[in-house]
């Protein structure tokens, strides 16, 4: 039964069709990397195996593809929650890290926290050797988005829920051979955001939630709206309900869009027994998903 | 049915009797605080100038009184919640600030974000005049406590849930004539904490919520086990559920004992009707009440 589910970011993904095709194969192989560590360790390893490929890629939201705040730097969010120990840890508003996620592993594992920040979250990855130079994390077509949602922020027309133009946030869910449940989220945050700012990816409940004999769920979205929502938990408390992970994930996506309207979130779920599901009320969602011997992906 | 509840803390509470009573006189200028401040304004000042007013006294682990983290600085979490829109501000991790409570107001009405974490939420700090010099936040007193549990864990005999030991977190719910509820909670977190480390009370759902029609909560202990169990939405889903706020509460903090077990939560919760209850697992919990022309305080 073991099953890995991955997502790419809810939103508009009005990209090229050379670009679409590079980020399927780059879900895909996600999977692959998350159902390869999970044959080697657990749950937690694939999902932080498949996170971190996608952190690498730079074709997302999230590490080195994360996009700049107001002040021009890149600050990154990333959680990850063990079903099993029911132990979560995160790093919220993290500069110059290889990979966030592996980060926030570190806060859970080897910590008594759950959420490191800022610079205190930059001094662990200093002792962890997980920085990176900063060069890492700029490029010219990010430079190019960055001056250009900056000339529209100085003449008004920038709205907050435009974020969704472009990509956000990769995410992971997974259930192991031995029935342990994980769930992990990374993200760049959105353009333009205040320095420090907190989006939904690195609190237990909003951005994700795993629970063993329940589920997991990673989030994807306008981060103040997840946060509200408590998205993953909601999930969590329906599939719980229901037993339906189908249901769970729709029901607690037509909440956001009830309360918030669409074009504001995403979610991906897997239940105890590997039966997964996607929702968002987005116009598209990158995802992929696979178990050994099978993987796909969408968009 | 004006009525406004705080809290200084649950915990051990072992102190002398002078500074019992000093305890129990700030509890109840809190509370005359809040009510005035709900005369002139709504639920959202209330529970604002309560919270500020513990926060400035110095007694209480928040604002000026705050504990200081493993590096010896002072790192403030705070947050609030608005029944009305059901919007929410926080700030994390952030130092030398005058009131993290007004600062997490001002991300919640003056941004688009709901939680600022470390740098960027003193910058914020800084545009909007609310810094405090640093030695504010030292004492002798605090000094010589840091000294103490230092050397404690230098010998190993530290233990994370020890920091209940000490007085821990304050908060603040109310409800105004006009049926709107509000939630503040703010903290210095817990002694020798690694820097940047963010607790519960920044996080709606974990440290706080308030909800107009159902009710509004604050809670107080180990961090950690408050995100892990977002003991706030659960107490107001459980509200949801009974329309009793007693049993609310209690059972909200029950499910914390079970899972994580004593010394670990404390709780209060207005409904919204204005009856209010606290419940706790600690040897005792700091809190105060009120409605115009009628103020108490417990310890």
């Known amino acids: 039964m073991t099953t890995l589910v991955v997502h790419g970011g809810a939103g508009r993904w009005a990209v090229s069709e050379e670009k ?5 194969r780059a879900l ?7 159902l390869a560590a999970m044959l080697r360790g657990g749950a937690v390893d694939g999902v932080v195996a498949a996170v971190e490929y996608m952190e690498a890629s730079g074709l997302f939201n999230a590490g080195y593809g994360s996009v700049y ?4 730097r890149v600050y990154m969010d990333a959680g990850i929650m063990d079903g099993k120990t029911g132990r979560a840890g995160a790093v919220a508003a993290v500069e110059g890290v290889k990979s966030a996620v592996r980060l926030a592993r570190a806060v859970m594992e080897l910590t008594d926290h759950v959420i490191l920040a800022g610079e205190g979250a930059t001094l662990l990855a200093k002792r962890l050797g997980l920085t ?22 100085r003449q008004g027309k920038w709205h907050f829920k435009r974020v969704l133009d472009f990509a956000d946030t990769v995410g992971a869910v997974a ?3 031995d029935g342990n449940l994980a769930a992990a989220t990374s993200t760049g945050g959105v353009w333009l955001k205040l320095p420090g700012r907190v989006g939904d990816s690195p609190l237990p409940g909003a951005g994700f939630w795993a629970e063993n004999g329940v589920g997991a769920f990673s989030a994807t979205g306008v981060g103040e709206v997840i946060i509200l929502s ?4 909601r999930a969590r408390d329906l599939l719980e309900q229901t037993g339906d992970i189908r249901a769970a994930v729709e029901k607690a996506v037509e909440y956001v869009t009830r309360r918030f309207g669409p074009d504001t979130a995403g979610l991906i779920g ?7 599901a996607f929702s968002y009320n987005t116009r598209a969602m990158a995802r992929g998903w696979g178990k050994p011997g099978e993987v796909r992906a969408e968009l």
Chains 1, 2 share one sequence.
């Open 270 to 276: 897997v239940d105890a027994r590997g039966r997964f």
């Open 69 to 72: 705040a107001l002040d021009g």
């Open 20 to 24: 679409r095709q590079a980020v399927k």
């Open 230 to 233: 408590t998205l993953s938990l």
């Open 175 to 177: 259930l192991d051979k």
């Open 28 to 34: 895909e192989d996600a999977v692959r990397e998350g």
């Open 132 to 153: 990176a130079p900063f060069y890492k994390f700029y490029s010219e077509e990010k430079n190019r988005q960055f001056s250009q949602v900056l000339e529209e922020a």
